[in-house]
Nanobody, 129 residues
């Protein structure tokens, strides 16, 4: 069984930065690609970024390119999402997810991930002045 716990959210001004963490427990964390998703009030959940099991393969949604960076630390069983130049439209609950179908990112963040096996509880990110 894989468990995921997000942290690092908070309130930040436009243009600011946050680093989200997704800590995994369970023997298979290193075998999964990890995806970050977000859901804003009144909107559907959307994929933001993904990193492969090995860490060499990454993907970003257009909204995240050039501003967000995903990375993973295998020794700490943690995936990070560094978010810079934050905008009010980045306000959302951010979730990390995993599914046995994905060791590489492939199409993992192309949809809302509704049928993925493992999800964290989410962390709130609010970008406001």
């Amino acid at each position: 069984q894989l468990q995921l716990v997000e942290s690092g959210g908070g309130l930040v001004q436009p243009g600011g930065s946050l680093r989200l963490s997704c800590a995994g427990s369970g023997f298979s964390f290193g075998s999964y690609a990890i995806g970050w998703f977000r859901q804003a009030p009144g909107k559907e959940r959307e994929g933001v970024s993904c990193i492969s099991a090995g860490g060499a393969n990454t993907r970003y949604a257009d909204s995240a390119k050039d501003r967000f960076t995903i990375s993973r630390d295998h020794a700490k069983n943690t995936v990070y999402l560094q978010m810079n130049s934050l905008k009010p439209e980045d306000t959302a609950i951010y979730y990390c997810a995993a599914d046995p179908r994905f060791r590489l990112c492939a199409y993992m963040i192309d949809g809302d991930g509704r049928d993925y096996a493992y999800w964290g509880q989410g962390t709130q990110v609010t970008v406001s002045s």
